[in-house]
């Protein structure tokens, strides 16, 4: 079957129909793609859409009435596989960028956070800054802190801090950071502060990092890691 055939009949033909074919044919099954904002997929990506995550993903998507469902996952993912990493690491965890909550809360539940004995300070002026620019105000930015205080349960380990980063003080040891300021000027700023203040084995990752590599791996070359390019465009760093 020449490939233009095959891709045909593989768009008319059920999943589950078409990878019994290819058992047959002795070659490994394939699925169906699926796009996640930037990312496109055609490998097997259960994780993403089955289980722990996906539930809780699924469960809290709508506290950000501007995303549609599948644009974020990936990221989110990403977020959460990272932040599990540091569940045992000593030190809070941190949220600078907060908006509507939604990564912050998925994490919250995908870490079992409440058992850890961290607090989680989410850090954001709820101005609806989303760039270096001045004045550049998103309407689509949430501006009310309370809507995400709500969204945690009485008395959770939850800290809200109205500033801007970088911070003047960080809140203690901390063993993960995420970031999502939209400012990279700010963003790029808060790293060296944010990267001292981590336990060793803790991470950070910010969804700003390809927007401008030269001024993020100018500031990590000062301290002497390398983070890790997520195809999200999201960068991890972790601590040595």
Same mark, same amino acid.
């Given at each position: 079957m020449n490939q233009t055939l095959s891709a045909f009949v593989h768009s008319l033909t059920?999943?589950? %129909?078409?990878?019994?074919?290819?058992?047959?044919?002795? $070659?490994?099954?394939?699925? =169906?793609?699926?796009?996640?904002?930037?990312?496109?997929?055609?490998?097997?990506?259960? =994780?993403l859409l089955e289980g722990k995550f996906a539930e809780i993903y699924t469960k809290y998507h709508s506290l950000e009435p501007f995303v549609p469902i599948d644009t974020t996952r990936y990221r989110h993912y990403n977020i959460c596989f990272f932040a599990n990493f540091c569940r045992?690491? =000593?030190?809070?965890? /941190?949220?600078?960028? %907060?908006?509507?909550? /939604?990564?912050?809360?998925?994490? #919250?539940?995908?870490?079992?956070?409440?058992? /850890?004995?961290?607090?989680?300070? /989410? %850090?954001?002026?709820?101005?609806?800054?989303?760039s270096e620019?001045?004045?550049?105000?998103?309407? $689509?930015?949430?501006?009310?802190?309370? #809507? %995400?205080?709500?969204? #945690?349960?009485?008395?959770?380990?939850v800290v809200l801090h109205r500033k801007r980063v970088p911070l003047d003080t960080i809140p203690g040891k901390l063993a993960f950071v995420f970031t999502d300021t939209g400012n990279v000027s700010a963003d790029v700023a808060s790293i060296p502060s944010f990267y001292e203040a981590l336990s060793s084995g803790g991470i950070i990752i910010t969804e700003q990092y390809a927007d401008d590599l030269a001024r993020y791996n100018s500031v990590l070359d000062r301290l002497g890691v390398t983070a890790l390019w997520l195809p999200s465009g999201q960068g991890v760093i972790f601590k040595r």
């Open positions: 059920p999943p589950i %129909v078409w990878n019994a074919y290819l058992r047959w044919r002795g $070659r490994p099954p394939t699925f =169906p793609w699926h796009t996640f904002g930037s990312i496109a997929t055609c490998v097997d990506d259960a =994780p045992e690491i =000593p030190g809070d965890f /941190l949220c600078a960028g %907060v908006s509507w909550g /939604l990564a912050a809360r998925v994490v #919250y539940d995908f870490t079992d956070f409440s058992a /850890l004995g961290k607090t989680l300070h /989410l %850090v954001d002026p709820f101005e609806g800054i989303v620019k001045p004045g550049d105000i998103s309407p $689509r930015y949430n501006r009310d802190p309370d #809507y %995400v205080l709500r969204q #945690y349960p009485s008395g959770a380990p």
